[in-house]
């Protein structure tokens, strides 16, 4: 083989390693993006699924005021909070479809200071936690009044 | 065209596109803002909640009278004394101030509120007016000769 061919051998392969070089960087930056973006998606649905958790919790007909078949919104009856905490725990399987790893507490702020904790499943293998706290009027049915009070939606998601 | 002209504009071609790659992902993947749902369903929620929640609450220290009808005696006459000889302008000023103190001042959530039948004087005002975004729901309600407003904004 001639010098120059051999010279042409090497520039050929100087070329193709600059060239694969750059493919690898184009390739990790590639990479890097698609897992941010993987993690803000996932973050994403995180919330999502949080959201739809509290939604499901205000709109629990085990707790929701309701007078002649008439729900009223963004209220919870006093009576019935005892009763939904002891039917939770019995069935323990069917909430947990429904709230997944959470904790469902209310806290009455007045007239008088109450706490109530509806349902409580957690773990330590959570990858995000996020508390909503919704204002919610507490109906006391027996005296026909409404204290405020506020709902706090705790969600540990996997 | 000589063989190295033709050579360095392959090489600006190949520059060119590379840059046109770079600015569309950076534009596109890089640069893409997060989507805030929670953030935007609970400041949804939380102002109106809180104000409907707020005027539906009865007064145990004001014969189980509602915070709307409170409103309605503060901007009417000031008939009502409570129990704890407060006035229905001064009881329900207490009682917001204690209730959003609890909740939105612990969850060091910035806010005003605002109950006024004339905006450039009302009848009560509670936290610090907003500045920049905010949400904000705003409650009428009938009394006998004018309309009270009840408001409260969310920073």
């Known amino acids: ?20 070089i750059l493919v690898a960087i184009g390739f990790i930056f590639y990479v890097k993006v698609i897992q941010s973006n993987l993690e803000q998606e996932k973050d994403e649905a995180s919330q999502l699924r949080s959201v739809g958790i509290a939604q499901r919790v205000m709109f629990l007909p085990e707790l ?6 008439i729900i009223t919104d963004n209220c919870i009856d006093v009576l019935k909070l005892e009763s939904a905490k002891g039917i939770m725990k019995e069935k323990e399987l069917y909430y947990y479809d429904m709230f997944e790893y959470s ?27 996020f508390v909503t706290n919704v204002p919610i009027s507490l109906f006391d049915p027996a005296g026909r009044k409404y204290g405020f009070g506020v709902l706090a939606i705790e969600t540990m998601l996997k | 065209m000589k063989r190295a002209q033709m050579e360095i504009l392959g090489l600006a071609i190949v520059v060119v596109l590379i840059l046109v790659a770079t600015t569309f992902i950076v534009r596109f993947l890089v640069l893409k803002s997060p989507t805030e749902y929670r953030a935007g369903f609970v400041s949804s929620e939380l102002a109106s909640n809180t ?11 004001c014969s189980q ?17 409570c129990d704890n000889g407060q006035s229905s302008c001064s009881f329900v000023n207490s009682t917001a101030k204690s209730i959003l103190s609890k ?53």
Do not use: H
């Open chain 2, 51 to 61: 104000l409907n929640t707020f005027l539906k609450t009865s007064a145990a220290e």
């Open chain 1, 103 to 129: 904790s469902i507490n209310i806290t009455q702020i007045y007239p008088t200071e109450a706490k109530w904790s509806i349902y409580s499943k957690e773990t330590d293998d959570f990858s995000s936690k």
């Open chain 2, 103 to 155: 909740t939105l001042g612990i969850w060091a959530i910035r806010y005003e509120f605002l109950a006024y039948t004339d905006a450039k004087l009302p009848l009560i005002k509670i936290g610090q007016q907003c500045r920049g975004e905010k949400k904000s729901k705003l409650f009428p309600i009938p009394a006998t000769t004018t309309t009270i407003y009840a408001k409260l904004d969310i920073c």
């Open chain 1, 1 to 20: 083989m001639d010098k120059k061919s051999q010279i042409q051998i090497g520039e050929t392969i100087a070329v193709l390693f600059v060239f694969f």
């Open chain 1, 64 to 69: 929701q005021c309701s007078e002649d078949n």
């Open chain 2, 65 to 81: 009278l509602s915070m709307t009808e409170l409103l309605q005696d503060c901007a009417r006459a000031e008939s009502i004394t």
